[in-house]
């Protein structure tokens, strides 16, 4: 078939979904809050995710019951906004894979998987997950985490046309949400801890077909890519990089892997983008000492051509993976001259801060530190981080706070615009970095930074885990961004908690690693309502009505980079159980049924064996392939299989097998013969095997 005639035929296709479907329109929804459905990712067209229900209150919260579950049928994290539209609740799970349900009752209407290559999770920095679908009329636009991009009709759940938005021989995914703005569908892509360079692009609904592109860091040879960035690339981005270094072979990072937003009344694109490539900048561009644009900033793009508007940097020159992808909200704020009201962005990125910026200009308003951290002593009256000078180590490491993990992550944040309050999903997660002298191309984490330095290679004893684990902290925190400081603050056991979701109630929800679903005072924060899902929480709640009945759902499913990563945080593993998504009303009297748990047989598998200089090589070589996956020190949070009680860990030809032959591919697991030499495979199965038979006994005092 000519390539215009399958473009007709899909266009189509496409066109007939829309004109069967019965809804009226799935424009977003009012700027003061969700109505009835729940169309966008964020709710509404400024991502508030602000309700104007208000049956479910601080009265009714008593009268909360279990209305419906539903199998997720996955063990692997859930990160999903619920998309509910005329009666049908549309998910996603791991993997991709999208579930239409009916929203009154959880009855399966159909699954959709894409059929994803599990080769390809092994580039997934932050494990297979999937937050969710944009909706247009009829049609669902579905990101895919090998990069496609997918229209699937609403009705029947079968595809209506699918590009490819990478280059698949590039470590590139697609965890992130699309967007639809106008006749368009816009998305991102992730992958800079392994080496890619970003960039967002706008498809048309009908087709398929590109309709811009704006790239987020120069082209390595800094000539034109014939996209809509070109302009702005060549007159203000490329001068803040130099002309060696890392990145003109690992792309430079940039990618726009969450935030995205439509700013209708300026008509553009307003958007968040990730850390640089690698991490280290020494590495990155080491005859610079530019700013690297637009890694790490807020950028404002035409909605109709994609052309540069204006752009806010929160950490110049990033140095430690402090993206600016998290959570962007548009409002409007007594912030202007004389206290008159004017359109804001606002941001709660990994680095620490809270910012509020002129939504139509980019102008810096305020900014403050809404969790403590320690790179730097303030901003300038221009938001510029004044930098301490220890925060980018040259031969020594520094710990830093935030970390990597951020005081923010992916988890949306909520704005209640009655309060004025926006509720941040916070966290405490200090890290040491490291640098490298040079990056090490045998390691595919593309940082540049040594993270396994001060870690030990013996187990720890559990009084030192104890006094690590306190160092970790969660938080809820109400920011007031007129007064530019935090109203209240709830303090929780663990970081990495879930997604927020305001009502005008006056009602803030959010799930916990522990399961719970809770509801706060908005404007106090007590602790009014909790319920238990039998579930870890990082998904954000969302709220709907159907024939006068208000329901409130929340999907679990434990997961992600916190929960890949660091294992050793948790006094017991987090069972990989099923995620669900777990729908409540009121009256209702449901159960959430217990989940069949198949025992871990937390035992070693092989005695102690190796060499002291042996294990510090299995260490190293663990620490920089294997940890980002099954956890600091060998210590996996449940997520992940824990290699210590792997069976596999007792043979050296299993082990190989798996680890250099890539015997589990079709499972993840893919082969690191690239990584590593049979002697660093060997060395981490020596390493492993120490770190499962525990801490050595003290020896007994000498007789005198």
């Not at 709220?543 to 009945?549: A, M, P």
Request: aromatic residues 8%; contains cysteine; proline residues 7%.
């Amino acid at each position: 078939m000519h390539q215009r005639s399958r473009a007709s035929v899909i266009a189509i296709a496409a066109l007939l979904a829309l004109a069967a479907c019965n809804q009226a329109s799935t424009a977003p929804e009012a700027a003061d809050g969700v109505g009835a459905e729940w169309l966008t990712y964020g709710g509404t067209a400024d991502e508030q995710r602000h309700s104007r229900l208000t049956s479910i209150n601080k009265d009714s919260l008593p009268k909360l019951g279990v209305a419906w579950t539903y199998d997720l049928k996955t063990g692997r994290g859930i990160e999903t906004t619920p998309i509910v539209a005329d009666g049908v609740m549309y998910a996603t799970s791991s993997w991709s894979v999208l579930h239409a349900l009916d929203a009154k009752t959880g009855k399966e209407l159909w699954v959709y998987d894409p059929a994803v290559d599990k080769a390809v999770g092994v580039d997934a920095c932050c494990d297979v997950v999937n937050r969710g679908v944009a909706l247009k009329v009829c049609v669902l636009f579905l990101g895919v985490i090998d990069g496609r991009l997918e229209a699937i009709d609403a009705k029947t759940g079968k595809r209506l046309w699918s590009v490819q938005t990478v280059d698949r021989s590039k470590p590139y995914t697609i965890t992130g949400a699309p967007r639809v703005v106008k006749n368009m569908v816009l998305i991102g892509n992730g992958g800079a801890e392994l080496g890619v360079r970003g960039y967002l692009s706008a498809y048309d609904t009908a087709t398929g077909k590109l309709v811009w592109r704006f790239y987020t860091v120069p082209n390595p040879d800094m000539k034109p890519d014939g996209a809509a960035s070109d302009a702005i690339l060549a007159k203000l981005a490329n001068p803040t990089w130099g002309k060696t270094g890392r990145w003109t072979a690992d792309g430079g990072g940039g990618t726009v892997w969450d935030s995205i937003v439509y700013d209708e009344p300026n008509n553009q694109i307003v958007f968040g983008v990730g850390n640089g490539s690698p991490w280290n900048a020494q590495l990155r561009d080491p005859d610079s000492k530019g700013d690297n644009l637009f890694i790490s900033s807020i950028v404002a793009v035409d909605a109709d051509t994609g052309e540069y508007n204006w752009h806010y940097q929160t950490t110049p020159r990033d140095n430690w993976d402090y993206t600016a992808t998290q959570t962007i909200i548009l409002a409007d704020l007594p912030t202007g001259p004389g206290g008159a009201r004017q359109r804001v962005v606002m941001q709660a990125p990994k680095n620490g801060f809270f910012y509020v910026l002129d939504a139509k200009t980019g102008k810096f308003l305020s900014g403050n530190n809404y969790v403590p951290q320690t790179w730097t002593t303030g901003l300038d009256a221009n938001g510029r981080p004044v930098e301490t000078p220890t925060a980018r180590p040259v031969n020594a490491s520094y710990l830093h706070s935030p970390g990597p993990q951020g005081g923010h992550n992916w988890h949306p944040m909520a704005f209640n615009p009655d309060l004025g309050l926006a509720y941040i999903p916070a966290q405490e997660l200090p890290q040491g970095y490291n640098p490298k002298p040079a990056a090490d191309p045998a390691t595919k984490w593309n940082t540049g930074f040594k993270f396994e330095d001060g870690l030990p290679v013996d187990p720890l004893d559990p009084a030192t885990l104890k006094a690590m684990r306190a160092m970790y902290k969660g938080r809820l925190v109400a920011w007031d961004p007129v007064a530019n400081k935090a109203r209240w603050t709830v303090e929780l056991p663990t970081p990495s908690n879930g997604g927020v979701l305001s009502t005008a109630a006056g009602l803030v929800f959010q799930g916990t690693v522990g399961g719970d679903l809770v509801a706060y005072d908005a404007a106090t924060g007590k602790d009014l309502w909790r319920r238990n899902v039998k579930g870890g929480i990082m998904a954000p709640p969302v709220t709907y009505e159907i024939d006068g009945e208000q329901y409130l759902t929340v999907a679990s499913g434990w997961g992600g980079a916190y929960a890949l990563a660091a294992g050793f945080l948790f006094e017991q593993a987090v069972p990989a159980v099923v995620g669900r998504v777990i729908t409540f009303k009121l009256g209702a009297q449901g159960e959430i049924p217990d989940h069949k748990l198949t025992p871990i047989d937390a035992r070693p598998q092989a005695p102690r064996f190796g060499t002291q200089a042996q294990l510090q090589a299995g260490l190293v070589a663990y620490s920089r392939n294997c940890m980002v996956c099954h956890g600091p020190m060998a210590i996996s949070s449940g997520v992940l299989p824990d290699l210590r009680w792997s069976p596999t860990s007792a043979d050296a030809a299993a082990w190989k097998a798996v680890v250099l032959d890539g015997q589990r591919a079709s499972n993840g697991m893919v082969s690191f013969a690239k990584q590593m030499s049979p002697a660093d495979a060997e060395a981490v199965r020596a390493y492993v095997v120490h770190q499962a038979n525990g801490p050595k006994a003290a020896a007994a005092p000498a007789k005198p």
